[in-house]
């Protein structure tokens, strides 16, 4: 028996002794250990990078005070949420901060409708936030919930990829004529002013530090440092992407991308290969080296090495913009759900949630 099913046969046990007793099984990052092999499986079949469990439990170790871990387990399926600390607070997906898409694991559609369950049982509110519009989760809240709750679904953001093939070794074949000729000429801007080096590093855990903070000092010097949307802006996200890169260079997956120009980083990227997804967790570039668009150079290098190493996805990550139209019109669908029971938890936190919304909109008016 898996620790999964030991698990989950202790939770449903004891299901009739309250919401807290179900909700303690797994209740702080240390006890997530116990369900990484299962967790790793189901997380190879996701639509997303962040459902790993290396992703989660980065996230999870930098949890702070005013956040619970409620990890809900079933036979072939986890729920990774948390909730914050107060009355009418939601369960939400564990890592939602990042805003990357993010689902639950499971083997099979039947283990979404047991966790499921299991969440109906707290009487909480549940809020998702940016889940695949395509994941069983979608149907079974409302088959669950029925008659109980108060379901809002929404679209979200979609996420930009690429489904590569042998084509995408040259990527620029996929551009049109206009988009060709600019690739080219700023790959003649760039090269007037010295040499074009690019390296796709997989580092060891020992270079990790250095490496992720040369690709965070490259970001700053762009317009995110501008925008102050820069990693380095944010301690938070910055720690975690440091946990979680040093536990991906551990596997062999984390890739760091660098363009030099000149013998200067103009652009980087840091990115977790496996054998079927290049995936984009960060990329940005110094806008001294603005008119070379070294961005868009290093992610069509990045796009050949992918293709190269016959890898299916090419996973951009974040949401749509303007340089990722460039490469791709395919995207990963999302939407989000809030789940308000008809519990007084449920229905104070829809009273919040209309009162904020009443008062964002007053706001705008004045």
Same mark, same amino acid.
């Not at 004891?14 to 967790?39: F, T």
């Not at 150079?297 to 090419?314: D, N, Q, V």
């Given at each position: 028996?898996?620790?999964?099913?030991?698990?989950?046969?202790? =939770?449903?046990?004891?299901?009739?002794?309250?919401?807290?007793?179900?909700?303690?099984?797994?209740?702080?990052?240390?006890?997530?250990?116990?369900?990484?092999?299962?967790?790793?499986?189901?997380?190879?079949?996701?639509?997303? @990078?962040?459902?790993?469990?290396?992703?989660?439990?980065?996230?999870?170790?930098?949890?702070?005070?005013?956040?619970?871990?409620?990890?809900?387990?079933?036979?072939?399926?986890?729920?990774?949420?948390?909730?914050?600390? &107060?009355?009418?607070?939601?369960?939400?997906?564990?890592?939602?901060?990042?805003?990357?898409?993010?689902?639950?694991?499971?083997?099979?559609?039947?283990?979404?409708?047991?966790?499921?369950?299991? @969440?109906?049982?707290?009487?909480?509110?549940?809020?998702?936030?940016?889940? /695949?519009?395509?994941?069983?989760?979608?149907?079974?809240?409302?088959?669950?919930?029925?008659?109980?709750?108060?379901?809002?679904?929404?679209?979200?953001?979609?996420?930009?990829?690429?489904?590569?093939?042998?084509?995408?070794?040259?990527?620029?074949?996929?551009?049109?004529?206009?988009?060709?000729?600019?690739?080219?000429?700023?790959?003649?801007?760039?090269?007037?002013?010295?040499?074009?080096?690019?390296?796709?590093?997989?580092?060891?855990?020992?270079?990790?530090?250095?490496?992720?903070?040369?690709?965070?000092?490259?970001?700053?010097?762009?317009?995110?440092?501008?925008?102050?949307?820069?990693?380095?802006?944010?301690?938070?996200?910055?720690?975690?992407?440091?946990?979680?890169?040093?536990?991906?260079?551990?596997?062999?997956?984390?890739? =760091?991308?660098?363009?030099? =120009?000149? &013998?200067?980083?103009?652009?980087?990227? @840091?990115?977790?290969?496996? /054998?079927?997804?290049?995936?984009?967790?960060?990329?940005?570039?110094?806008?001294?080296?603005?008119?070379?668009?070294?961005?868009?150079?290093?992610?069509?290098?990045?796009?050949?090495?992918?293709?190269?190493?016959?890898?299916?996805?090419?996973?951009?990550?974040?949401?749509?913009?303007?340089?990722?139209?460039?490469?791709?019109?395919?995207?990963?669908?999302?939407?989000?759900?809030?789940?308000?029971?008809?519990?007084?938890?449920?229905?104070?936190?829809?009273?919040?949630?209309?009162?904020?919304?009443?008062?964002?909109?007053?706001?705008?008016?004045?």
């Amino acid at each position: 028996m898996s620790p999964i099913e030991t698990l989950s046969q202790q =939770i449903t046990a004891k299901s009739n002794a309250g919401y807290h007793e179900i909700a303690r099984k797994i209740k702080d990052a240390a006890e997530l250990d116990a369900v990484r092999r299962e967790w790793e499986q189901m997380a190879a079949t996701s639509a997303t @990078i962040a459902a790993g469990f290396d992703y989660q439990k980065a996230w999870a170790d930098g949890l702070a005070s005013r956040q619970q871990l409620h990890v809900f387990l079933a036979a072939g399926g986890i729920a990774p949420l948390v909730r914050a600390r &107060g009355f009418a607070q939601p369960l939400t997906l564990l890592a939602a901060e990042m805003y990357e898409p993010l689902d639950f694991l499971y083997r099979t559609p039947q283990a979404v409708e047991e966790l499921l369950m299991l @969440i109906r049982r707290t009487a909480l509110p549940l809020y998702l936030q940016r889940i /695949p519009a395509a994941s069983p989760i979608v149907t079974f809240v409302e088959k669950i919930f029925e008659r109980r709750a108060l379901i809002v679904r929404k679209p979200a953001a979609a996420s930009p990829l690429i489904r590569l093939d042998e084509s995408w070794i040259e990527p620029e074949s996929h551009l049109n004529s206009g988009r060709r000729s600019d690739l080219r000429r700023a790959r003649r801007t760039s090269e007037k002013l010295g040499a074009v080096e690019t390296q796709i590093l997989a580092p060891a855990p020992a270079e990790v530090a250095g490496l992720i903070g040369e690709v965070l000092r490259v970001e700053a010097a762009g317009w995110k440092g501008a925008a102050g949307t820069a990693l380095a802006a944010d301690p938070v996200r910055c720690e975690f992407f440091h946990r979680y890169c040093a536990a991906e260079a551990r596997l062999g997956r984390l890739r =760091i991308c660098l363009l030099r =120009i000149a &013998g200067q980083n103009a652009a980087a990227q @840091i990115a977790i290969q496996t /054998p079927t997804r290049f995936s984009l967790l960060r990329a940005g570039y110094d806008e001294a080296f603005a008119r070379s668009s070294p961005g868009n150079l290093l992610t069509r290098e990045s796009i050949r090495h992918a293709a190269l190493a016959g890898i299916a996805t090419y996973e951009f990550n974040g949401d749509i913009e303007p340089w990722t139209r460039l490469w791709t019109e395919e995207e990963l669908a999302c939407c989000s759900l809030h789940v308000f029971p008809f519990s007084l938890t449920g229905m104070t936190a829809l009273a919040v949630r209309a009162a904020k919304s009443f008062l964002q909109r007053h706001k705008k008016h004045d």
